[in-house]
């Protein structure tokens, strides 16, 4: 059941940088890997089979599952791995924040909806109602007139609200979300 070619060196966890230790290489019912160490070991917590497709399988022993005949008890490396603990997150450079595109240059907003900057409440309803009849992702499912629907949507956001409106109006920036 256990092979020579499910062994490969420990790569290490979140917390642990690698120790370089062999160790059995098995796929959790989830499809994640999983490292156990290479004997089977009677305080371990882990069963371990080979799968009808010949994949060595894992998971974890409980009560309702209890240890059947083809399994092997067995410890999972993490347990028993004694890598260095990694650098902690403070002097890690801190995670990448996500792509938000930049806002639109000063009076584009009024020339996304199609109208002019002395136009009414009504006007900019209706522009952008007409626009988002024609440019929903529903009724058009390319990409650009996706990312089209989101600007004019933005627009709307700003100059729908008189405050927001005035403030756009005075520093050709929409304002920031509070």
Known sequence: MLSRADVKPCRGSKDKLPCGRAVRWTRTVAGVDFAVDLAPHE??????????????????ITEERPLVPPEKRMMPHAVTCPGKPRVPESSQPPPRQ????????????????????AATQD??????RRLARQLHPDV???????????EIGEAYHVLSDPR???????????????
């Not at 584009?108 to 109208?115: A, E, K, S, T």
Request: overall charge positive; cysteine-free; hydrophobic content about 30%.
């Open 43 to 60: 305080d371990g917590n882990t069963a371990v089979w080979r799968d009808v497709h010949g994949v060595l399988r894992s998971r974890r």
């Open 98 to 117: 996500p792509h938000r595109p930049a806002p639109p240059p000063a009076g584009l907003l009024y020339v996304l909806l199609g109208v002019t900057r």
């Open 123 to 128: 006007d900019i309803t209706r522009a952008y």
């Open 140 to 150: 058009n499912p390319d990409p650009k007139v996706a990312r089209r629907f989101q």
């Open 164 to 178: 927001r409106r005035a403030e756009y109006d005075r520093t050709g920036r929409p304002p920031r979300a509070r």
